[in-house]
Every structure is written in C-alpha cells, then in structure tokens.
T-cell receptor, first 112, second 113 residues
C-alpha cells in the first residue's frame, strides 16, 4: 500500500519568512492528495485537495507543488505569520474506499 | 459551528472497562470513518462505512466495534480497554467515492489508566 514520508518533523521560522514541508509518497498511481492543518486541541482542517493533473496549486498564503516524477508533494507557506503555527499533515489515498495514509506531521512554529 | 460532532472531548477510563465514543455529522455525507492518533504513530485509518455498511476495517483487534444507528452517526465501542489504547480518536466523513474531501471532527482524547 501507499507509504508517505514527511519532513521535517519540526520547523521554526520567523514571521514573514517562508516555510517548506515536503512529502514523498510511494504509489505512482496516486493521483490526488490532501494537506491538513491541526491547531492545538482542534481537529484537522482541510487546507487543500491536490490533483496530479495540476503541478502548482495556490491557496490563501500558500502554494502546493506536485512533482510526479519524484513522487513528491510540497507545501510552501509564503510570508508565514504566527497564526500559521500548527501541525501540518499530508495525506494520500491508499487502496480501499477513501482510506487516507498520513505523513507523520510537521510541527511549525512561527515566531514574531 | 462544527459540522462533525464528537463526544466526549476528553475521556478517562480504567483498564478493562468499556467505552463508547460518539460521532455525528451534519454535512449530509454518506461515508464515515474513524482514525486514531497516538504519540507513537501518525494518524492511522481504522474503519470506513458507507451508507451504514462496513467498507474497510484496518483494526486488528475485535475490541474495536463501530456502531451506526443512523446514516449520519458512527459511534466507536471499545471493550476491554488497555493503556495502549490511549490516543485521540478522530471521526471523519465524506461523500461516497474517491476524489472527495474528507472532513474531520475535533477528536476524543482517550486516556486509559
């Protein structure tokens, strides 16, 4: 089945800097992915659904790049602010009915 | 206004006891799921249900039993609790089928002492 590696596990940046989180997946047949944000004590907030047909996906304050050749997915937060501090997860569907395989998460701290 | 409601938010249980985690969603979705998040492992898929029928079970232990009394309810009964069951359990839902967004509740944090 699908396996997802996510790095780095921890990331600390200053306000206004960019932050990049990378996920590497194994199944070349995976064709859509998700990014989630988890704030302390909260559930997982869906940030973006990414289709393999689009290499660059833009959201509010972030960009997701998909490199199918290297089976890599990256989340780039541009001009990070303290409200971006959270744990970020990538997820890929694997095998059966909407089963998601998650990366281990990246804990992002944005310092003022 | 949360659309996926999980109860309780926190739960402390004694080893060997039984608990039920409640989940109801008001998104009109046909599919519901349970995931577990512990300190030792990333988010793990446990079960998926579609139209109240079990679609996939990735939980090795029969101590975990989902219960669906209505299309928008998927409770999780855990029997003979062990300290290793301590984790945050997340309920999720989506429309049936692939390519659909999966939305998560806020979780129930279970501690088994």
């Amino acid at each position: 089945g699908e396996q997802v590696e996510q790095r780095p596990p921890h990331l600390s940046v200053r306000e206004g800097d960019s932050a990049v989180i990378i996920c590497t997946y194994t199944d070349p047949n995976s064709y859509y992915f998700f990014w989630y944000k988890q704030e302390p004590g909260a559930g997982l907030q869906l940030l973006m659904k990414v289709f393999s047909s689009t290499e660059i996906n833009e959201g509010q304050g972030f960009t997701v790049l998909l490199n199918k050749k290297d089976k890599q997915l990256s989340l780039n937060l541009t001009a990070a602010h303290p409200g971006d501090s959270a744990v970020y997860f990538c997820a890929a569907p694997s095998g059966s009915f909407n089963k998601l395989t998650f990366g281990a998460g990246t804990r992002l701290a944005v310092c003022p | 206004d949360p659309k996926i409601i999980q109860k309780p938010k926190y739960l402390v249980a004694v080893t060997g006891s039984e608990k039920i985690l409640i989940c109801e969603q008001y998104l009109g979705h046909n599919a519901m799921y349970w995931y577990r998040q512990s300190a030792k492992k990333p988010l793990e898929f446990m079960f998926s249900y579609s139209y109240q029928k079990l679609m996939d079970n990735q939980t090795a232990s029969s101590r975990f039993q989902p219960q669906s009394s209505k299309k928008n309810h998927l409770d999780l009964q855990i029997t003979a609790l062990k300290p290793d069951d301590s984790a945050t359990y997340f309920c999720a839902s989506s429309q049936e089928g692939g390519l659909t967004e999966v939305f998560f509740g806020k979780g129930t944090r279970l501690t088994v002492v």
